[in-house]
C-alpha cells in the first residue's frame, strides 16, 4: 500500500451513510455508542491531559509538515488532533492492554466533538496506538470487525493511526521532546528531535514509523539534534 492508493477521505466529512458502529456488548446484547464530550471522557476515564495534549500537539505539527505526502483532506485535521487527545482512554481501565480498553470505552463513548461516521475512526487507531503494526496484523484485522467498517474508513483510519504512532513515540519520554529542523530529500524525509529525552524518543519514533512505511513510499528518519 503506498500514497498512490489514495481513498476518498476528501468526501468522507460530508457523508451520512450508515457507520456500522452499531454492535453487540460482552453480553451478546446489541447496543448503540452514547457519545461523551472530551471532558467527560478526561475525567471519567483519567486520562494524562499532558501526554494528550504533547500527542495532539506532535500529531498536528506531523499532519502539517507531512500532508503533500499523506494526502488527507485538511478536515481530517481535526480527526487527527482528537484521536490523538483520547489515544490512552483505556490506560486507567487496563494499562497492560489499554490500546484494546481504548477501542471498547470509545466504540461506546465516541467523542461527540466529531460527526457520528467517523466515531469508530478514533476508536480503531487508539487501538493500532500501541504494538507493533504490519501487513500480517492488518490483513487479520479485516478479516474482523475492522474489516466490516467502510473501505474508505479502514484506510482513513490506518493513515491517522501513521501519524497518532509517531506522535506518541515523541512523547515517550515525557520530557517534552520537541520536532527540529527538518529536511526533505528523494522518498525520505528527516527529523531531528529537540529536548532532553530527544535520543530516547528518535528511537522510539523510529519503532513506531512501521505503519507509516508500511502504507508510504517516502521514509521517515528521525535523530537527536545534537547528533550530526
Known sequence: MNSDNKSSENDIAGEDSDSGISGKNQSGEEFSPEPLSLEDLYHIYGIERSH??????????LFDILNSIHGLHPEM???VEISALVHDTGVATDFENHHKAGRVILLLHPPSELPERLWPVVAWTAF???KRVG??????LKGKDFGKMPEDLQNLTLKVASIIRLADGLDYSRMESRLGKVTFGKNIVRFEIKGQGA?????RMSKKGDLWHML???KLEFRPESEK
Open 77 to 79: 485535521r481535526n480527526v
Open 199 to 203: 535520543a530516547i524518543d528518535a528511537e
Open 135 to 140: 501487513k500480517e496484523k492488518v490483513e487479520k
Open 128 to 130: 493500532l496506538h500501541k
Open 52 to 61: 494528550a495534549d504533547n500527542v495532539a500537539r506532535n500529531a498536528l505539527e
Open 216 to 218: 508510504y513510499d517516502t
